[in-house]
């Protein structure tokens, strides 16, 4: 028994490489982006503080906007490290850090400054921030990730004062530099033009994926993450196939990358050397597109609000219908609340959990047609509720893990 597990035949020589945290040493495909932005940020190395620069990148699901900003930061930090500037990168998801107030802290955290946040406003936090940098000679480059959802949620005051920060003090040295990342250019058109005008200065695009492209990242990520010949060239051709743009797919590198890894489990689970046709099939049937879609929503909930998504999943499938009423919805959170022995939220709060996770495309919401007892919110869910709920089991369990240990 304990020798057929230590002895189980692995494909794998390093499976990090096919996790959505991993940052590959190049990009394929990207270079010319990475190019772009070097342009917009160039005069942060050549004449550093004459300029607040910005830039916004702006495209679908996994075609690179994230792991492309990340990149570029590594790289002109340690460029700036040369030439003796001391430039910080920080990358912000604003489905985690929603508002003002939680992005300035998050900045502040991330630098690892020293700054006393209790009490104070997002506009003495950064007050505070500023003088720091001046003080310490620091430059930052910002990228704030899925600022789509920044807009909705924090509104036009919020962004005006991220993004015009410098329009107040035109004399000090201009120490932050912005990238913004979005899905689509639709909630742009909420902000006031000037505003609007100063996010779109530089607008780098991001286009899907075609089949070709895919193939060489995945063979990218083949050679960092097989063994040699346990994925031959043909699985990999096939899975860029399934997802590339020009074949019908949806050009997104992240599903193509977690087809990958699911067929190499696969393999492995079956005690299979190498990785075959079958086991590709197999991992594109558990890779449902409107999973993958949100799976990287999923991972910046917070507890609550994945409690509340698996309560909406088993009042689904109890009623067998495609809407249920809020109310009923409530009553299975707070019955799961009791099974974790966690003490449920308020109602208001629920509501407010409800609108995040509608504008983040994990859930629908709408208003009922007036019955009996007045209006009711509906709530409904698109992707497969079963391979949805493990999802959202794991990432309960985890929650629950690092919450414990940190009390
Ligand atoms: P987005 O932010 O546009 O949704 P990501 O940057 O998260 O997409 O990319 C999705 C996944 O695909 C990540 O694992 C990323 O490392 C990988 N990826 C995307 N583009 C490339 C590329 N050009 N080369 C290598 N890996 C890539
Ligand atoms: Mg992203």
């Known amino acids: 028994m304990l020798e057929s ?3 189980r035949v692995t494909v794998f020589k390093n499976k990090d490489a096919l996790y959505p945290e991993f940052i590959p040493p190049t990009l394929p495909h990207r270079g010319i982006h990475i190019k772009q932005l070097a342009e917009i940020f160039k005069s942060l190395i050549t004449s550093p503080g004459s300029m607040s620069l910005r830039a916004m990148l702006v495209g679908g699901i996994g075609v690179g906007k994230t792991v492309t900003a990340r990149v570029f930061g ?8 040369e030439q003796g500037l001391d430039l910080r990168y920080v990358h912000i998801n604003c489905h985690r850090d929603r508002t003002l107030y939680e992005v300035i802290s998050e900045v502040i955290r991330q630098l690892g400054i020293p ?22 000679n620091i430059y930052v480059l910002i990228t704030l ?3 789509d959802y920044f807009i909705h949620t924090a509104g036009n005051d919020a962004v005006y004062f991220l993004v015009r920060l410098y329009d107040e003090y035109p004399d000090v040295k201009k120490r932050l530099n912005f990238i913004f990342i979005a899905r689509d250019l639709t909630a742009l058109s909420t902000l006031d033009p000037t505003t609007e005008s100063y996010i779109l200065k530089h607008l780098i695009k991001f ?20 063994y040699e010949n346990t994925v031959s060239e043909d ?6 196939d399934s997802e590339g743009i020009d074949k019908g797919g949806e050009g997104n590198a992240r599903s193509a990358i977690e087809v990958l890894l699911l067929a190499g489990e696969a393999a492995e689970h079956e005690g299979s050397h190498i990785v075959l046709l079958e086991h590709v099939r197999k991992a594109l049937t558990v890779t449902h597109p409107d999973i993958v879609k949100v799976s990287d929503e999923l991972n910046f909930l917070q ?18 219908t495609s809407f249920v009423r809020i109310g009923e919805v409530e009553e299975e959170y707070r019955y799961i609340c009791q099974l974790y022995n966690i003490k449920p939220r308020k109602h208001t709060q629920i509501y407010e959990y409800v609108n995040n996770l509608k504008h983040m495309n994990i859930i ?4 009922s047609g007036k019955g009996l007892r007045g209006r009711t919110t509906l709530l409904s869910i698109v992707a497969p509720l079963d391979a949805l709920e493990k999802r959202v089991d794991e990432l309960i369990d985890k929650r629950l893990t690092t919450e414990r240990n940190t009390l």
């Open 5 to 7: 597990v230590i002895k």
């Open 74 to 81: 590594y790289e002109i930090k340690h460029l700036a490290k």
């Open 115 to 136: 700054i006393p946040l209790r009490g104070l406003s997002p506009r003495e936090m950064m007050i505070a921030l500023l003088s720091y940098i001046e003080k310490h």
């Open 145 to 147: 990730d899925e600022f």
């Open 207 to 226: 286009e899907p994926y075609r089949s070709k492209e895919l193939y060489d990242i995945l063979i990218q990520r083949r050679d960092l993450a097989f």
């Open 235 to 240: 699985i990999i051709k096939f899975i860029a």
């Open 303 to 320: 507890l609550h609000e994945l409690l509340l998504v698996k309560a909406l999943i088993r009042t689904l499938r109890a009623k067998g």
């Open 364 to 367: 629908n919401a709408k208003l």
